[in-house]
């Protein structure tokens, strides 16, 4: 069964540094996410993208977050200038359709992660 | 606001016995509602939507307009099952639609 794929699968890296997380979505997906979980807490959605821009993003995703599909078929998540607090799990995920009510292209299918430690 | 709530953050059961892990949720129309399991820091893997109505690994969810509940069950746990379980909705409007979830249920099935 395909999957989406995240690199790396954990990164260690100095405040104020830059971080790029990289996902492979599902390959007939159009829709894509970035979700984020801190230690201990909930899954917290960052950015949704579809037909090459931002849908929708939260009020986490700010200035130091971009993210970016450069061809066909990586998803990057950029934090500039990270710091402390950003240290968390990042899950990408992907779906194949747009949301239709009822629809089987409905679920959203989740990568394992890339756990971000920022020191 | 349109949000999902679990109202149990730990949940241990023996082997065996009945398992319900709560789901309450807040939406305006007709929700759509998902539960998510994620085992031991693997990724989130769906487990069952609302709309399917199957059954996946034994576990079913009804989902109670009158209560807004979707609460998950499995007459016979298994250890197999001890997983950290989310609730989730989604939300905004538009085709990208995201998931929002609940702040998810660590259930621990005992021997």
């Known amino acids: 069964e395909p999957e989406v794929t995240q690199t790396p699968s954990h990164q260690v890296t100095q405040m104020g540094q830059e971080v790029i997380l990289r996902c492979v979505p599902i390959?007939?997906?159009?829709?894509f996410y970035w979700y984020r979980q801190i230690l201990g807490q909930k899954v917290e959605f960052l950015v949704s993208?579809?037909?090459?821009?931002?849908?929708?993003k939260s009020e986490i995703f700010d200035d130091q977050f971009s993210v970016e599909r450069p061809d066909g078929s990586n998803f990057t998540l950029k934090i500039r200038s990270t710091k402390l607090e950003d240290s968390a799990m990042y899950f990408c995920?992907?779906?194949?359709?747009?949301?239709?009510?009822?629809?089987?292209?409905?679920?959203?299918?989740f990568g394992e992660g890339s756990w971000l430690t920022v020191v | 606001a349109q949000r999902v709530t679990q109202p149990e953050k730990l949940l241990s059961v023996f082997k065996g016995a009945p398992v319900e892990l709560k789901c309450n949720y807040s939406?305006?129309?007709?929700?759509?509602l998902f539960w998510y399991v994620q085992y031991s820091r693997q990724r989130l893997q769906l487990l069952l939507r609302?709309?399917s109505r199957e059954s996946i690994k034994g576990f079913t969810a009804d989902l109670n307009k009158g209560e807004t509940s979707f609460h998950l069950k499995k007459p016979f746990a298994q250890e197999e099952d001890s997983a950290m379980y989310y609730c989730?909705?989604?939300?905004?409007?538009?085709?990208?639609?995201?998931?929002?979830f609940g702040s998810g249920t660590q259930l621990t099935v005992l021997p």
């Open positions: 995920a992907s779906r194949r359709t747009g949301w239709r009510s009822g629809g089987s292209g409905n679920t959203i299918y």
């Open positions: 390959s007939n997906h159009l829709y």
């Open positions: 993208f579809y037909n090459n821009e931002i849908s929708e």
């Open positions: 939406y305006s129309g007709s929700p759509e």
């Open positions: 609302h709309i």
């Open positions: 989730a909705l989604p939300i905004s409007s538009g085709s990208a639609r995201q998931l929002t």
